[in-house]
């Protein structure tokens, strides 16, 4: 045991980026546009599965893997 605080399945079994479905996306134009309400578009990055990671990072397989 190296005292590391992650759990296997909790903290590194799975990584993903959360993306609205386009069910939702219709809904919500749709509850605009009976609602009368203004929409906005904007580009959002999202910074932290593309960003480029300015300090190193050291990382080992986990055992048994």
């Given at each position: 045991m190296k005292g590391y605080a992650q759990q296997h399945a909790i903290d590194y079994d799975e990584t993903f980026?959360?993306?609205?479905?386009?069910?939702?996306?219709?809904v919500l134009i749709a509850v605009a546009a009976t609602?009368?309400?203004q929409l906005h578009q904007m580009d959002v990055k999202n910074a932290f599965s593309q960003g480029e990671l300015e300090e190193q990072v050291?990382?080992?397989q986990p055992p048994g893997f």
């Open positions: 980026t959360p993306v609205a479905k386009m069910k939702t996306i219709c609602k009368g309400w050291y990382m080992v």
